[in-house]
Antibody, heavy 123, light 108 residues
Framework: QVQLVESGGGAVQPGRSLKLSCAASGFAFSGFAMHWVRQAPGKGLEWVAAIPYDGSTEHYADSVKGRFAISRDNSKNTLYLQMNSLRVEDTAVYHC????????????????WGQGTLVTVSS | EIVLTQSPGTLSLSPGERATLSCRASQSVSDSYLAWYQQKPGQAPRLLIYGASSRATGIPDRFSGSGSGTDFTLTISRLEPEDFAVYYCQQYGSSPVTFGGGSKVEIK
């Protein structure tokens, strides 16, 4: 069955960096675009970043553009999110998610999600 | 960007009752590109509905979605104990994709 397992979260000070990983299994990882979506404590969901199946492009929400970088290693079935210049408002659970069928890089929903990893940015 | 407003914020119902959740968009959602997810505490969101009315794989037929334009509805015909959760809508017809704030279905 499809499994997405995030890791790498933790507590960091503002301005510092953190790198998240998402290990995928149970499907042909190299054939799917992948995304990061975050959820601030007690709040709703916010799309963060996307990368196509071959890693050829990257797309970001305005709130993280220039600070975060999404990447993937298809040989390791792993998705990454490098987060730099972290802010207090980046505090959230970060989920990786697989796109659903018949979607594009700009019009997508998610058919599988990981449970997420918590990032806390605080001084 | 399209703002999605979900109502009610909390719905208190008993098992066996019918739940009707609303998702209203600030502008028309093109091609009815609207999805619904269920999330339980500490768990990943689970896809229920996409394209406004298509059930995802393995989703029981007590879950149904309807609507178009700016008004969408998720209906749970008869609540089972495992259906008590938070439900989110998401539009994917316009960039950036956006989510509603969620509706909680709690046991009365």
């Amino acid at each position: 069955q499809v499994q997405l397992v995030e890791s790498g979260g933790g507590a960091v000070q503002p301005g510092r960096s953190l790198k998240l990983s998402c290990a995928a299994s149970g499907f042909a990882f190299s054939g799917f675009a992948m995304h990061w979506v975050r959820q601030a404590p007690g709040k709703g969901l916010e799309w963060v970043a996307a990368i196509p199946y071959d890693g050829s492009t990257e797309h970001y929400a305005d709130s993280v553009k220039g600070r975060f970088a999404i990447s993937r290693d298809n040989s390791k079935n792993t998705l990454y999110l490098q987060m730099n210049s972290l802010r207090v408002e980046d505090t959230a659970v970060y989920h990786c998610a697989r796109v659903g069928p018949a979607t594009t890089m700009f019009k997508f929903f998610f058919d599988y999600w990981g449970q997420g990893t918590l990032v806390t940015v605080s001084s | 960007e399209i703002v999605l407003t979900q109502s009610p914020g909390t719905l208190s119902l008993s098992p066996g009752e019918r739940a009707t959740l609303s998702c209203r968009a600030s502008q028309s959602v093109s091609d009815s590109y609207l999805a619904w997810y269920q999330q339980k505490p500490g768990q990943a969101p689970r896809l229920l509905i996409y394209g406004a009315s298509s059930r995802a794989t393995g989703i029981p037929d007590r879950f149904s979605g309807s609507g178009s334009g700016t008004d969408f509805t998720l209906t749970i015909s008869r609540l089972e104990p495992e259906d008590f959760a938070v439900y989110y809508c998401q539009q994917y017809g316009s960039s950036p994709v956006t989510f509603g704030g969620g509706s909680k279905v709690e046991i009365k």
